[in-house]
């Protein structure tokens, strides 16, 4: 088999998954023309299968597909295709097949923006061995199962939100599917995960491989949403009852939205390339006056006398404090964002902002071709 065809592609995220959902197709540049003609050529062969129940639809590997890419690739998919692991015998239950699904897409995505997810193609940062660090390239991606290798010290953090993380060059993100609406959390639990992160950067697993202190190297959320509406509800959410459910609570100091979508790909390859965000930050500042140290509110630039906040990064947080603080002194605020993020800040802010676009198309054709 082509293990550059979209049939291995596909294949290896289901593997990886467990399951999968229909939304992957487009981050696997499969068409909804073929796709049919793939699914049913699949299914023919024997290698997929369609699990259907509680009116959820996915896609699994049947024995005959998952021995085909062990016998391709056993360093890559012996980790998820042997044993007991949910990857390799996924439950029934709609919440865990639901999660499985959010995986495939999350990988899906990361696969498109082109970062490594597979365990042969990036260093057992888990493993306890010790790792060469010059011989690592940034970003890459480790799911929430890999780090559970280390067990015992796992168990508090068992419960998280999280499907992985995404080490980049300038930040680890802490990824989240939130889909529709806010998900369930645990405030505590998510804690306790960054805690576990923030010791790690610092001892065994990761001794020199950012060479800066900690200080440099923050810990970041990043909730993966559909549609970029979403990230409205997540910015207005008061957790619900007994505060179950997602709001901002500072668990983390950035909390960033991204659609997913082709605009939620460029959003991935600029927050995981620290030179582009360096660039792209300096270029949107060239125009624009210094901080004001008399305005007591979060922004980056000043506009004549008004405050600007850069929002292209869709950090949840600052967004939601430079509202607060724009309302609480009575004044208006400027922000550069992405076209396609305009709309949802602009029913946001209402009267209290304006707003200015960077052309997503344009910018994609300047800095990612």
């Known amino acids: ?8 592609k596909l294949l290896s995220l289901i593997a990886m998954s467990g399951e999968c959902c229909k939304d992957v197709y487009p981050f696997l540049s499969i068409t909804d023309s073929y796709r049919e003609k793939l699914i049913t050529k699949l299914k023919s062969d024997g290698l997929i299968k369609i699990h259907y129940k509680d009116k959820l639809r996915g896609i699994r590997l049947t024995r005959r597909g998952k021995d085909l890419l062990l016998s391709i690739s056993p360093n890559r998919f012996s980790y998820y295709l042997t044993g007991n692991s949910e990857t390799n015998r996924p439950r029934s239950d709609t919440p865990r097949r ?6 495939s897409i999350t990988y899906a995505m990361l696969i498109r923006t082109g970062i490594p997810v597979y365990p042969d193609e990036k260093p057992a940062l888990f493993s306890g ?37 995404l080490l980049c060059e300038d930040a680890l993100y802490v990824l989240y599917f ?7 959390w645990e405030y ?3 804690l306790r995960l ?59 100091d950035y909390m960033h939205f991204v659609p997913v979508s082709m605009d939620g790909i460029a959003m991935l390859k ?37 405050p600007v906040l850069l929002s292209y990064d869709f950090d949840m947080l600052r967004i939601s404090r430079f509202k607060t603080a724009l309302s609480f002194h009575g004044i208006t605020g400027h922000l550069i964002c992405f076209d396609f993020q305009k709309e949802v800040l602009q029913s946001y802010f209402g009267n209290l902002a304006t707003i200015e676009t960077i052309d997503l198309t344009k910018f994609e054709r300047r800095f990612l071709h």
């Open 188 to 190: 505590r639990t998510e």
């Open 129 to 165: 061995n010790p790792i060469v660090s010059d011989k690592i390239t940034l970003p890459l991606f480790y799911g929430a199962r890999e780090w559970k290798d280390l067990r015992s010290e796992t168990i508090k953090i068992n419960n998280s939100r999280s499907l992985g993380i």
């Open 270 to 306: 600029l927050l995981s390339n620290h030179t582009l965000q360096s660039i792209l930050y300096s270029l949107l500042l060239s125009d624009l006056a210094p901080v004001n140290p008399d305005l007591s509110l979060v922004h980056d630039a000043v506009k004549g006398t008004i």
């Open 178 to 184: 939130t889909g529709d609406h806010p998900i369930k």
């Open 1 to 8: 088999m082509d293990t550059l065809s979209q049939t291995y």
């Open 194 to 252: 960054k805690a576990f992160l923030n010791y790690h950067l610092q001892h065994d697993i990761f001794p020199g491989l950012f060479h800066k202190s900690m200080e440099d190297y923050p810990i970041r959320a990043l909730f993966l949403g559909t549609p970029m509406e979403s990230a409205r509800k997540l910015m207005e959410s008061n957790g619900g009852f007994q505060k179950s459910y997602f709001y901002l609570d500072g668990s983390f």
């Open 98 to 103: 639901l999660r499985l699904q959010q995986g």
